[in-house]
């Protein structure tokens, strides 16, 4: 008889779509994202910046355009002209 466990009937268990809250799979980037997003977000912040569904938005302000965006990019070189 072996020790081994028998791991046949193990799986990760898929998150659930129709969530009355968000959960921690919302997170993760996949399906469940992009449904909070498309379902919960957009809707209720629609405008055109955002509605391009880009990593960043370029806001066109009187005095200069302003790159805004919650991702890290990495830049190199870390100093370049123009930038600050």
Do not use: K, Y
Not at 17 to 22: F, S
Not at 35 to 61: G, K, M, S, Y
Not at 65 to 79: I, Q, Y
């Amino acid at each position: 008889m072996s020790d081994a466990p028998d791991l046949a009937g193990l799986r990760r268990p898929m998150p659930r779509h129709g969530h009355d809250t968000v959960q921690l799979a919302h997170g993760a980037g996949g399906r469940l994202s992009a449904d909070l997003i498309e379902t919960f977000i957009l809707p209720r912040f629609a405008n055109p910046a955002l509605a391009r569904l880009e990593d960043q938005a370029v806001l066109d302000l009187p005095a200069c355009r302003l790159a805004f965006s919650t991702d890290t990019f990495v830049v190199t070189p870390l100093e370049f002209p123009g930038g600050d």
